[in-house]
Nanobody
Framework: QVQLVESGGGLVQAGGSLRLLCAASGRTRSPYAMGWFRQAPGKEREFVAVTTWSYGVTDYADSVMGRFIISRDVDKSTAYLQMNSLKPEDTAVYYC?????????????????WGQGTQVTVSS
């Protein structure tokens, strides 16, 4: 079992930055992929970024490439999502998730554990 708690969301103007945190507890030493997803009102949950817990291999959705940075601190059992140059279309509830690295890490259904979500609102 893994428990995830997100924090760091809020309201920011377009062009600004926010850093999201995902604190993990439980069986965090397993070979997990840590993903960030987001869901805007009326839309499906979509992939944002992923990192492997052990080696820190990363990947991003095209829509955030070059603006967002995912990282993790293994000693603190915390994953981060640094979001820069934010746009109004980044407005959504952001979720972190943990799942096996042996699954398709870009699909929400591949993840076993989810946080409660944190709201990010970008004003124009």
């Amino acid at each position: 079992q893994v428990q995830l708690v997100e924090s760091g969301g809020g309201l920011v103007q377009a062009g600004g930055s926010l850093r999201l945190l995902c604190a993990a507890s439980g069986r965090t030493r397993s070979p997990y992929a840590m993903g960030w997803f987001r869901q805007a009102p009326g839309k499906e949950r979509e992939f944002v970024a992923v990192t492997t817990w052990s080696y820190g291999v990363t990947d991003y959705a095209d829509s955030v490439m070059g603006r967002f940075i995912i990282s993790r601190d293994v000693d603190k059992s915390t994953a981060y999502l640094q979001m820069n140059s934010l746009k109004p279309e980044d407005t959504a509830v952001y979720y972190c998730a943990a799942g096996s690295i042996y699954r398709w890490v870009y699909a929400p259904g591949s993840y076993d554990y989810w946080g409660q979500g944190t709201q990010v609102t970008v004003s124009s």
